[in-house]
């Protein structure tokens, strides 16, 4: 699902892909508060409605909806914005239930070890390729990007580079080339972005 990325590498391929990265992670983004504001927002909001007259809140699956909100803006310049289904596109929805669907699909596989290549199933591969399609067509808007900003700054007779002003999805299609490599990386740090920071949150609260 995920393909050849930082979590499937090893040796010179991880350390050249850890190089590749590691610049993009840094500030501005993270520290960009915005980026989070309307996310947190949300949050706030469902909490607030499904906690009416004292009940208890399940926060787990809220802070896996604000992880994927947050970390989809991030990457990928738009959000899923599951946390406000209204906003939530039929091509995000359908992104949003294949990639559970495969999340829990692959930590079944994963028990089998040497033996997960066994369990492939016919809807197991069709969520794979919706969640493909969906980050496909938001690495190739970037990709198209790129090349009329560099076809027009070439016919101005400027510089034939972009500036790295396009967010992280920007400035990782000015590195690479490939689609469905930009595809690989962009799954390995959604994978990251939404589980890990999702866990860290219900542990700590």
């Not at 996310?39 to 706030?44: E, F, K, N, S």
């Not at 033996?115 to 591969?125: G, I, L, T, V, Y």
């Not at 080339?177 to 990251?192: C, G, K, T």
């Amino acid at each position: 699902m995920v393909g050849e990325s930082i979590f499937t590498q090893d040796g010179a391929e991880w350390k050249h892909t850890r190089g590749l990265l590691k610049p993009s992670l840094f500030a501005p983004h993270y520290q960009n508060s915005t980026l989070f504001e309307e996310h947190v927002d949300d949050l706030i909001a469902q909490v607030r409605r499904d906690g009416t007259g004292g009940a208890e809140v399940n926060l787990s699956p809220l802070f896996f909806a604000l992880t994927i909100d947050v970390t989809t803006s991030f990457l990928f310049g738009k959000s899923l914005y599951t946390l406000r289904p209204g906003m939530t596109s039929q091509a995000g929805r359908e992104f949003g239930q294949a990639w559970e669907f495969c999340q829990v699909y692959l930590s079944k596989r994963y028990q089998l070890g040497r033996n997960a290549s066994w369990m492939n199933s016919k809807e197991f591969q069709a969520a794979c390729k919706i969640v493909h399609n969906y980050v496909d067509s938001v690495v190739h808007d970037a990709m198209e990007e790129k090349k009329n900003i560099l076809e027009e700054r070439k016919s101005e007779g400027g510089p034939a580079k972009v500036g790295k002003n396009g967010g992280l999805l920007g400035e990782l299609v000015l590195e690479v080339s490939d689609p469905i490599q930009a595809r690989s990386h962009l799954m390995h740090l959604l994978l990251a972005g939404r589980d890990t920071t999702a866990c860290l949150l219900s542990w700590t609260l």
